[in-house]
């Protein structure tokens, strides 16, 4: 069964700190893998979005990796602000199904001053 | 928001009575997506276009229409709400394939 996996589920940090938010997929035939940023009570917003030959992809202090032999990806973020509050979302494209995309649950961060 | 709107922003219903939301694009993209949002869940598929009246089906499309008679409008129907379809309805548009879809802000239902 095609699964996105990620954790923590939720993490708070302290302004100025780096984190690093994990996702662990089952899918297959792998298309490619999107983040996505989520602020309260919008929708999401595309972060970033990776092929199977890409390991790493930045977006200013966001930095993404995957793996594509283990199916991990991680999101990286460096010096947080406090307008990285947000819950983000990692999502794997199949290329069955007109590329459906399966989405995780998101890791909900929460950066205190 | 990527030139995309939904309407009503927030609506509240009683069971067994139909509900329309509407998603309007300006931005000419070929599909348009129907989500639904639920706490503990991923974003769900119910239904989505790939062109003025061509249609498909998602994940979680019982109980749900929907209807593209122009471009830029997406509809869709609840044709007797539930109380399990109180969630948080997003909009997407994209070009297909592997490019990003954009999301509109988002439908709050109520289903008392």
């Known amino acids: 069964k095609n699964q996105v996996e990620q954790s923590p589920q939720s993490l708070i940090i302290l302004e100025g700190k780096n984190c690093t938010l994990q996702c662990n997929y089952t899918v297959s035939p792998f298309s490619n893998l999107r983040w996505y940023k989520q602020d309260t009570g919008r929708g999401p917003v595309s972060l970033t979005i990776?092929?199977?030959s890409e390991n790493t992809k930045s977006n200013g202090r966001y930095t993404a990796t995957l793996d594509a032999d283990t199916k991990q990806s991680s999101l990286h973020i460096t010096a947080s602000q406090l307008s990285d509050s947000a819950s983000y979302i990692c999502?794997?494209?199949?290329?069955?199904?007109?590329?459906?995309?399966?989405w995780g649950a998101g890791t909900k961060l929460i950066i205190k001053p | 928001d990527a030139g995309i709107t939904q309407s009503p922003r927030h609506k509240v219903t009683e069971t067994g009575t139909p509900v329309t939301l509407r998603c309007h694009q300006t931005?000419?993209?070929?599909?348009m997506y129907w989500y639904r949002q639920d706490p503990g869940h991923g974003l769900r598929l119910i239904h989505y276009s790939y062109g003025v009246k061509d249609t498909d089906k998602g994940e979680v499309s019982d109980g749900y229409s929907v209807s593209r008679s122009k471009t830029e409008d997406f509809l869709l129907t609840l044709e007797s709400a539930t109380s399990s379809q109180t969630s948080v309805y997003f909009c997407a548009i994209g070009t297909g394939g592997t490019e990003t879809q954009y999301f509109g802000p988002g439908t709050r239902l109520l289903v008392l």
């Open positions: 931005e000419n993209h070929r599909y």
């Open positions: 999502v794997v494209a199949s290329m069955d199904s007109n590329y459906q995309l399966i």
């Open positions: 990776m092929t199977f």
